[in-house]
């Protein structure tokens, strides 16, 4: 993997990672797959890390797939052409794994695949300007990357039919008045406010922002006992533990929980 691919840096408890391919609009490939993957892993395991933003250089979120890239993998054979997706869906598998939030920096646009990766992200903040397309049909293609779980369950089912069928660049604006969006921003400043966002979440206590995603996703396939009963295992356990003695101390103290005890 080339080592510029995937820029990393710390912000105090927040990991910024950018998807660093500016010449292609970063369009994807398997080293960013590899790279942001292996990123989000080593985040999970870090308990100095609180939070994770995830944006593209040069104020452009992704374009989606390489188009050379895909033209060039027709001439494999179908297991390998199952290969290159695999290796996108792992890395979709490790950000929702991961106990991390991801908050998603989209300013210019999330195409393809970058729509998917977006929405794969537990919050999203656009710019105004800003679009996203899940665009495949243009090419002759069909939706990959989760675009189909994340945005069709989170948008009315004729919005995402308008998405698979035509392609269309659908404004931020539009999708944060339907609630994909969490936080639309004025151009060009959406990075710099999912930085300040996920300093105040990276600040929460740890083990109870990992249970409540771990909820949200179960909540998906769960029926109603099943996340009744994993919300209950969650709870109960979680007032016997130190994020509870802490948030309830200090509570009743009347003071704010210092959650770095806790970590």
Same mark, same amino acid.
């Given at each position: 993997m080339a080592d510029d691919r995937v820029l990393i840096e710390r912000h105090g408890r927040v990991l910024k990672v950018v998807n660093n391919d500016p010449?292609?609009?970063?369009? =994807?490939?398997?080293?960013?797959?590899?790279?942001? $993957?292996? !990123? +989000?892993?080593?985040?999970s395991g870090d308990a100095d890390v609180g939070a994770v933003?995830?944006?593209?250089?040069? $104020?452009?979120?992704? &374009? *989606?797939?390489?188009?050379?890239?895909?033209?060039?993998?027709?001439?494999?054979?179908l297991p390998t052409r199952r290969k290159g997706v695999d290796k996108l869906h792992d890395m979709? =598998? !490790? +950000?929702?794994?991961?106990?991390?939030?991801?908050?998603?920096?989209?300013?210019?646009?999330?195409a393809g695949a970058g729509a998917s990766i977006m929405a794969a992200c537990d919050l999203i903040v656009g710019a105004r300007d800003a679009y996203a397309s899940v665009a495949y049909i243009k090419i002759g293609l069909t939706?990959?990357?989760? &675009?189909?779980?994340?945005?069709?369950?989170?948008?009315? $089912?004729? =919005? +995402? &039919?308008? +998405?698979?069928?035509? *392609?269309?660049?659908?404004?931020l604006e539009r999708l944060y008045q339907v609630g994909l969006v969490n936080r639309l921003t004025e151009p060009d400043q959406a990075l710099e406010e999912a930085m300040s966002w996920a300093e105040q979440i990276a600040g929460m206590p740890s083990q109870a922002l990992a249970n409540g995603k771990k909820l949200i996703d179960a909540a998906r396939l769960n029926?109603?006992?099943?996340?009744?009963?994993?919300?209950?295992d969650g709870i109960a356990e979680a007032i016997g533990g130190r994020e509870a003695e802490e948030g309830l101390s200090a509570f009743l103290e009347k003071r704010?929980?210092?959650w770095s005890k806790t970590r």
């Open positions: 010449k292609t609009r970063n369009s =994807l490939s398997a080293d960013f797959y590899d790279g942001f $993957r292996e !990123a +989000m892993e080593q985040a933003v995830l944006t593209g250089a040069e $104020r452009f979120f992704c &374009s *989606g797939g390489n188009i050379n890239s895909i033209k060039a993998r027709r001439e494999s054979d979709i =598998l !490790a +950000m929702r794994a991961s106990p991390k939030p991801i908050i998603a920096a989209v300013d210019g646009g999330a939706p990959d990357g989760g &675009s189909t779980a994340f945005i069709g369950t989170a948008v009315p $089912r004729q =919005l +995402m &039919s308008e +998405m698979v069928f035509t *392609g269309d660049r659908i404004p029926t109603l006992k099943q996340q009744l009963d994993a919300e209950a704010k929980p210092d």
